[in-house]
C-alpha cells in the first residue's frame, strides 16, 4: 500500500472515485494522461478497470508481478489487470459463482491483449498438476491459433481481431483450471474474398505461404509468394513490418500440436486454406454464348486434388446453378459475374465453416469430462466498436453487438449502482444516464427494427435489392432520432450522405453505412449446388462443415443477421447469469504510436464507454462502500474494542470503529450490508492510520508469534527433557535396585560368613574368609613396619590368618634386617660397631648416653692442620688416631684451660698450643672416671710414682662418649672406664688428693666447692629429657 500510496500522490489518482472534481472531464482526462504519461496505464473507477493502450512493451507483466498481485486485496495495490483477475478468481473461489470479465473497447484498444494477459495470469496463478497444466496449456495455445484464422490487419489495427469471442474457463473447487469452452462469433467472411487498401486477410495464409516448409508448400501446390494470389493483394500490403508471419507459422504449428490436432487433421486444414487460395486464383471466361466457362484451369485442379472433389463435379458447381423444377432439376450456367460471385461464395462458406469446425476442435481439447460442479470465469473479448471511410453489412452488426454489450453494461453497472442505493435503504438523488436501449430497439425491434426489415427483404419474394431494403427503412422508421438517410435528412446533413446510405446515432458516434451488399451479406446463400460440391469432398473437414443432413434450400435458412440476432441473447443470457467485471480499454491515438495521448480521441472514447457517467453515479451517493465483513477486517486495528476480535455483528463492529475514528455524521451511512463513505478524504485518513497502524501491528504480531514459537520450542524441549531425565531416573533406580539386592545378598553372605568363620571352611563362609583374608592382606600391605624397630606395630591377624601372619611377619622382618644390613656401607659399619662399643661401656649406666647415641663419630675433630707442627713432628713416629679439644681444669684451683687431647697409638697427650703438657702412657693409665649424671667430664686416672710427675687429668669434653670409645679401642681401655655416682677422688699428684663431687641441680655449673671440691652439676635427669627435641634438633643439624 506503501507503494500504492506514493503511485497515488506521484502519478495522479489512482482509482477515478476518489478524484475530487469527478465531474469534469477535464480533470478525468488528465489523470488519465498523467498516469498514461508515467506508464501507469490501468486506472480504476471503483472495481472497473480502465486501460490504455500503451503500443509498447512495459515491464509490468512479468511472473514476478503475478505474484506480487496474487491473493492481495484489490485496493492494496497499484491498479493492474492482474489485480482485477486475482480478485476475480478470488471472489469466485469464496462465493463459489459464476463471473465474467467484459473487455470493451474500439478496435485496436487493447481487448484481445487484456484477456491474454488475464489468461497468462490464471495460467500462472492457478494451482497446477500435470493434469492442469494440459489444460492450462490448451487454453494458452488456442489463442494463437484463433488468432491466425481470425484475426487480420486492418487500418485500425495490425491484430484486429474479425470474430467475436466468449471463453469460460472452468475451476474445480480447489481452483484448478480443469477446463474450458470457446464460442465464437460472427467472423468477417467477406474479407476472405475481399479487403480494403491497407488491410489483409486473416493472418494464417500469409502465415503458409511465408513460413510453410517446402514439401508442404509443394504439396499444396502454392509458391512462395503473396503476390501470386489474388485473394491476398488487394489491401496491397501483404508484408507488414509489425507482422512476423513466418515465426508465427512455427507458433501456430506448435499450438496445434499441443491442442492435439492430428496430421491428417493439419493436412486437412492446410489443404482447405490452400484450396480457398487457388480458389480465389480461378478464373471464368465469357464462352460465345457469354456464359462462364473454365478451360484446363490449373488452380481447379488444385482445388480438386485438395478438396478430393473431382475435377468436373467442381467444373460444374462453379460455372452452373441448380434448378430445382417441377420434376426434374436443371443446370443453368452462369455469367462470369455469377460465376465469381459463386466462387467467392463457395471460398467464404468453405473458410467459415472451417473456422466454427476449428473453434468445435479446439472445444473438444479444452472439454472437461469431470461432472462434478464447476465453477466460470467467462472471457468476453468481442470486436470493438468500428467506423470506417466505408462501412458495410459486417461494421452493422458490429456496432451492433457493442450497442447490446453496452445495455448490458448499463443494465449492470449504472442500474445496479442505483439499484444498490435503493437495496441497502439509502436515500440519494437518481443520476441520469444516457440509456442506449433506443438504439437497441432501433436495430432489433420485432417488425420494425432493422433487422426485421433487412430480413423481410431478403426473405420476401420478387426484386428485392439493397436499394428497396433502403427504401423500405426510410418508410418504416422514419423520424426516428437516431437514423437518417439522404432522403430524411436535412439540408446541412444530406451533404455528408450519398444516395445508398444511411446513418445510425449509435451510443459510440455516428457511422454511416453503405447498403450496398447487405441483402447479399445477410442471405449469404450458397447456390444449393455448391453445397452439394462440397458433400462429396473426401476432405475430412469439408466433410464434416458440409454435412448431407444439412436441410435443403427448401426452407430458407435464418438470414445472418437474425443468427448473430440470436446467438447475441444467447450471449446476454450466459452473461446475466454471471457477477460482471469489467475492463474499459482506451485507444490513446489512431496511429498505434507509443507515448501519444490524443486528448480529443480519449474524450470521445470516455464518452461513449460511459466512463463519467459510471463515476458520476459511483460518486453520486457515495464515493466508496464496502462489505461492512470487509471494511471491519482491514480497519479493525484501529480501535482497541475491535481488535483483535469483534464479538458482535459486523455492522455493529464498524459502527464501534467509526465511532472511534470520529467519523461526522454527514461523511457515512450505514447500509443493510455495506458503509457508505462520502468523501475520497476520509477514507484516505483512515487509510493512512491504518498504513502507521500497520508496522506496530505487524511487530506486536511478530514478538506474538516468536514468542508463541519460542514457547513451544521451549515446551518441545521440556517435555524431551522431563522424558530424558525419566528415563534416566528410572535406569539409576534400576541400578540402584540390582545393586542394592547384590548388595543384601552380598552382606547376608557376609553376616553367615561372619557367623560361621570359626567352622570348618564351608560354603556359608568360605568367601567370608577369603575376603577376611584378603582384607587382612590388604591392610596389612599398607600396614607394613617401616623399620624393624616398629616390628611390634605388626597388624594384628583374625584367628585365620594367625599362623600365616606369624610366617610373614618372620619373613618380613628378616627381609628388612636384610635390606638394612646390605644398605650398611663399610664406614657406617665401623661407626656402628664403635656405637656397640660405646653402648656395652655406657649403655643405663650414664645419663646422657642416649643424647650420643644418634651423634654421629668422627675420625677426629681437630684437624691436622690445627695441631702444631711442632706437636706433630713430636708425635710423628707414634701415629696420630684421634685428637678433640677439650677442657681441662687446673689441678690446683680448677680454673679451666683450653687444651687438645691426643691420642696416638702409644700415648694419650694433652696439648696447650705447641706444647705437650702431659704425655700418659697407656699403659701407666689406671682408669678413666665418669659419672653417671649427664655432665661430661672425664677424669683421666694416671700411674704416678714420682711426684714430679704430673697427676690424674679433670677434663671436661664435648665429644665424651666418642673420645672415651676411641680411647678405650685405642688404648684397649675397655675395663679401665668406669662409671661413678657422686663423687670421684683423683690424684693431683702423688700423694695428693683431689675430689670432683657430681650432682644434679636447677642449672648447669662448674665451680670450686668451699670444701675445694669441684663441684660438677648438671641439670636433673627429666630436665635433660624435655630438652632432649633441642638436643636432637641440634645433633641432628650437625649430623648433617
Ligand atoms: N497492454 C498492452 N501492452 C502493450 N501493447 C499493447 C497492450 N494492449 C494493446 N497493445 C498493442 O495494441 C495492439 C492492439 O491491441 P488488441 O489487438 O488487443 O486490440 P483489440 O482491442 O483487440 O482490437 P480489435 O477490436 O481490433 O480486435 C496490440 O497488437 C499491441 O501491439
Ligand atoms: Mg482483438
Known sequence: MEASLTARDRVGIQDFVLLDAYTSE???????????HENLIYTYIGTLLVSVNPYKELDIYSKKQMDTYMGVNFFELPPHI???????????QSEFNNHFILISGESGAGKTEASKKILQFYAVSCPSTKLLNNVRDRLLLSNPVLEAFGNAKTLKNDNSSRFGKYMDIQFDHQGGAVGGHILSYLLEKSRVVHQNHGERNFHIFYQLVEGGEEDLLRWLGLQRNCQHYRYLVQGDCAKVSSINDKSDWKTVQKALSVIEFGDSDIEHLFGIIASVLHLGNIKFEADVRGYASLNNNQEMHWVSKLLGIPTQVLQQGLTHRKIEAKTEEVFSPFSVDHAVYARDALAKAIYGRTFNWLVNKINESLVNKDSSRKTVIGLLDIYGFEVFNVNSFEQFCINYCNEKLQQLFIQLTLKSEQEEYEMEGIEWEPVPFFNNKIICDLVEEKHRGIISLLDEECLRPGEATDLTFLE???EKISGHPHFVTHKLADQKTRKTLERGDFRLLHYAGEVTYCVVGFLDKNNDLLYKNGKEVMRQSKNAIIKHCFPSTEPDSKRRPETVVTQFKSSLVSLTEILMSKEPWYVRCIKPNEAKQPGRFDDVLVRHQMKYLGLM????????????????????????PLCPETWPNWKGTAAEGVQCLIKHLGYKPNEYKMGRTKIFIRHPRTLFATEDAFQVCKHKLATSIQAKYKGYRAKGDYLKQRE??????????????RKEREKRAWAVK???KFIKGFMTRNQPVCVDNSEYLAYVRQNYLTRLRDNLPKTVVEKDSWLTPPPIMQEVSQLLKKLYIRHMVRKYVRGITPQRKAQLLLKAQTSAMFKGKKENYPFSVCRPFMDTRIGAGDISIKVLQMIRHEHIKYSVPVVKYDRNGFRPRLRQLIFTQEAAYLVEDAKIKQRIDYISLKGVSVSNLSDNFLILHVTCDDIKQKGDLVLQCDYLFEALTKLSLIGNQQNSIKVVQGSVRFDIQPGREGIVDFKSGQESMVYRAKNGHLMVVRIYKNQV???????????AAKYE
Open 26 to 36: 477535464s480533470a478525468f482526462l488528465d489523470n488519465l494522461r498523467k498516469r498514461f
Open 82 to 92: 492482474y489485480a482485477l483477475a486475482d480478485n476475480v478468481f478470488r471472489s469466485m
Open 472 to 474: 423500405k427503412m426510410e
Open 613 to 636: 457517467e459510471h463515476l458520476r453515479v459511483r460518486r453520486a451517493g457515495f464515493a466508496y462502500r464496502r462489505k461492512y465483513e470487509l471494511f471491519l477486517q482491514r480497519y479493525k
Open 720 to 733: 524431551a527433557a522431563t522424558k530424558i531425565e525419566t528415563c534416566w531416573r528410572g535406569l539409576l533406580a
Open 746 to 748: 552380598v552382606i547376608q
Open 1025 to 1035: 629429657q624435655m630438652m632432649l627435641p633441642v638436643i636432637w634438633d641440634d645433633v
